[in-house]
Structures are given as C-alpha cells and as structure tokens.
C-alpha cells in the first residue's frame, strides 16, 4: 500500500478480540460490568475518604488522586469500545486514537508517580514517625501530587507530538480495544526510529525510575520493620503498607506481562487479554484492595453505612407524614 499523507481523513479500525456476532453481547455484558464496578468502586473510596475526617491525611489524599485516576483511566477506553460494540462498527478516527493515546499514557504514568508518592509517605511514616506531620505536610503532598499532574502531562504530550509525525497506509488495522501507542508505531508506513527512542527512553526513565524508588522505599521499611522488637509492632508497621505492597505488585506484573506478551508473541489475542489485566482489571481491583486490607477504609464505610441506615427510616418516615 502507499503511505497515506491525509491523516486528517483516516480512518483506524480497532479490531478488539473477536470477530464472532455471537460472541459480541457477551464481550459487551462483561465489559460493561467491569467498568461500572469500576466507577462505582473507586468513586466510594473517593467519597469515603472526602466524608470521613480521620481519614484526611497524606497517604489517603494520595489514595483518593489515585482512585480518580483509576476512574478516569478505564473511561478513556471502555466508553469507545462498547459503542462500537453496540453501533457493529470498529472505526475510530485518526484524531479520536490520537487524543485515546494521549490520555492512556497521561493516567498511566500518572499511576506510576502517584504509586512512588504512596511509597514516600509509608518511608516516612514506618522509619520516621517522629518527623512524619513535619515532613508530609500539606504543601508537600500537595507539591508532590502536583509535579505528578505535571510531569505525566508534558511525558503524555511529547509522545502524542512524536506520534502526530506518523504516516500510515490507506487502512490501519490496530489488534487492540483502544489505541495503543506501541502498535500504531509497528503499523506505520513512515519511519520510527524517533518514535522508538522516545518510548524506549521514557520506559526507562519514567517507569524504571518509580520502580527503583518504590524497592528503594520497601527496603528501608523493611529495614524498619526488623528492628521492632514486639510481634505486634511489626504487625502494625506492615499493615499501613499491605494494600499499597498489592497494588504496586499488581500494576507492575501486569505492565510486565503487556511488555512481553507484545513482544513475546505475535498472536494480537494473547495481547489484547494482558492489556485488558492492565488497563481494566487492576483499576477495578484497586478498590477492593483497599477496602479489605486497609482497617481504617473498612472503618470509615462502617460508619458511612450506619450513618445511611440511621437516615433512611427518617426519610421514610417524614415522607409518609401528610
């Protein structure tokens, strides 16, 4: 084929996983659950953390960017799929992939920084505890949250201005749900070594970076925890840090299994499922994570439901009133 210079006229299909009619409600029933279990999910963590005062602190104010990030990241691609799972079509325009691209790194990266900010605040609080409300004051955590925004943001943007100077065939057939920065670049006509280069060293520098931050963190806390001379101390100590220890294991094992499910394979089903644990499932997990490893979350929608159990019958009540 020839490279079609007219990006603004074309036209991408994403292929998804399955070609079968008979196959599609149920990829639609699925989905759909997934991603309102998702928005619910994270959307009662943020609103647990907003209603309850004891937990107005450092690490749930990260907690709860980070849920809003979850929220934001599956809406990016999930929406698109099941209206063209509903409309039988698979088209997506080159501006529509463009903007997908943009935010899928963009909330990506940004749940890699704001993992590493977590990790900082369990380091000071498990080997610093004295200086903890000194260190991680409000300008800080603020600073760090914003930084994140930011440096997510201009990260998102160059790849999506590299990704702008591809040129592509008459017909871009992408073996994913959404569009995938990694497989608009194998499917290009034009040359992409500069694309390449941006990919290889951003993975590195904005992946590997966090990564080597977060075992940094753990080994100090570890560290810590060690020198606890009570069972129960360390009990306690490890238990700030056991829903955020999850989390981190399972964004990083299911970035992992993308990276070499795509690089492993050629099959474009094997990758499709590793970026769905990636991009679906762990923000959907997230929530349950936190609210049954973490006590003071589990505390917090105690009371928000005795609270709507209290009110209820006094709606009730003042409804049947004349």
Not at 171 to 181: D, M, N
Not at 217 to 225: E, G, N
Not at 316 to 321: A, E, N, P, S, T
């Amino acid at each position: 084929m020839e490279p079609g210079n007219n990006t603004q006229s074309l036209e991408l299909f994403l292929l998804g996983f399955s070609e079968d009619p008979e196959l599609q409600p149920l990829i639609f029933g699925l989905f759909l659950c997934m991603y309102l279990i998702t928005v619910f999910g994270n959307l009662l963590i943020i609103l647990v953390i907003i209603s309850d005062f004891h937990l107005h602190t450092p690490m749930y104010f990260f907690l709860s960017n980070l849920s809003f990030v979850d929220i934001c990241f599956t809406s990016t691609t999930i929406p698109k799929m099941l209206k063209n799972i509903e409309n039988q079509s698979k088209v997506i325009t080159y501006e529509g992939c463009i903007v997908q691209v943009y935010f899928c790194i963009f909330l990506a990266g940004l749940d890699d920084f704001l993992l590493i900010v977590i990790a900082y605040d369990r380091f000071v609080a498990i080997c610093h505890p004295l200086h903890y409300t000194v260190v991680m004051n409000p300008r800080l955590y603020g600073l760090l949250v914003l930084v994140s925004w930011m440096v997510s943001a201009m990260h998102s943007l160059l790849q999506s201005l590299v990704a702008l100077q591809l040129t592509f065939c008459t017909k871009v057939e992408i073996p994913q749900f959404f569009c995938e920065l990694n497989q608009m670049v194998q499917l290009a006509c034009s040359d992409t070594f500069l694309n390449n280069m941006v990919m290889y060293l951003a993975s590195v520098l904005l992946a590997g970076g966090p990564f080597a931050g977060i075992l940094y963190s753990y080994s100090k806390i570890v560290s810590s925890i060690r020198r606890i001379s009570s069972t129960q101390g360390k009990f306690k100590a490890f238990s700030t840090c056991a829903s955020h220890l999850s989390v981190v294991f399972l964004f990083y094992c299911t970035s992992l299994g993308v990276y070499l499910s795509s690089a492993a394979t050629h099959s474009s089903h094997s990758s499709a499922i590793a970026s769905v644990m990636y991009t679906v499932v762990t923000p959907m997990l997230n929530p349950f994570i936190y609210s049954l490893r973490n006590k003071d979350i589990k505390r917090a929608l105690k009371r928000v439901c005795e609270i709507v159990s209290i009110k209820r019958p006094i709606v009730l009540g003042q409804m049947k009133c004349p």
